[in-house]
């Protein structure tokens, strides 16, 4: 059973647009939760990361942590072309290690 | 500020070779770990350094191993080559307090035919 899932998508949506990224981790003792871009050919790169349950706003990027359900979020508002990309969902699991989800392919379309 | 440094960037090896992969982590930062990342699977942890131990592996065969020297450069080494092991293999740098974000190098390609 993997640790963190995501969708892997394509998720497709047109430029302006909310992007909405799921991601779901089995672990209920993960302490921390982190968001990264990848895009093609290129390493990951971190844009948000949450502690806490509820939300956490930076720019465009909204995270969202529900620890009783075990699910994170991550919206893109003003979806734009440059944000297409690989999103990688990333839990803390304690023990000094990080496991990541599959990530889920992003399209902007514009 | 200096990034983190993987060396090489591209590899091709044959079927039982071995391979050894490099990583210098940011100034100051004195964990290291590793991972594997295919198509279709993510990133798959590999193990994790800090000053000089392994305080943390995945679940990969034993063909796969590392270490970290006191500098907290860090080498991960892959015996008896498969054809699956082909790979992005990338090291993340961290500051070794366990629950901060990774900061990843651009990652060695291997191939093995």
């Known amino acids: 059973q993997k640790e963190v899932e995501q969708n892997s998508g394509p998720l497709s949506v047109p430029e302006g647009a909310i992007a909405s990224l799921n991601c779901t981790y089995s672990d209920r003792g993960s302490q921390s939760f982190f968001w990264y871009r990848q895009y093609s050919g290129k390493s990951p790169e971190l844009i948000m990361f949450i502690y806490s349950n509820g939300d956490k706003e930076d720019g465009r990027f909204t995270a969202q942590l529900n620890k009783a359900s075990q699910y994170v979020s991550l919206l893109i508002r003003d979806s734009q072309p440059s944000d297409s990309a690989t999103y990688l969902c990333a839990a803390y699991t304690g023990g000094f290690k990080t496991i990541f989800g599959a990530g889920t392919r992003l399209f902007v379309k514009a | 500020k200096a990034g983190v440094t993987q060396t090489p960037r591209y590899l091709i090896k044959t079927r039982g070779q071995q391979v050894t992969l490099s990583c210098s982590p940011i100034?100051?930062?004195?964990?290291v770990s590793w991972y594997q990342q295919t198509p279709g699977q993510g990133l798959q942890f590999l193990f994790e350094?800090?000053?000089?131990?392994?305080?943390n592996k995945g679940n990969f065969p034993g063909r796969f191993s590392g270490r970290q020297f006191s500098n907290s450069r860090s080498e991960m080494n892959v015996s008896t080559l498969e054809l699956g092991d082909s790979a992005l293999y990338l090291c993340a740098s961290l500051t070794g307090r366990g629950n901060t974000e990774a900061f990843f190098g651009q990652g060695t390609r291997l191939t093995v035919v």
């Open positions: 350094y800090f000053s000089e131990t392994q305080r």
């Open positions: 100034s100051g930062h004195r964990s």
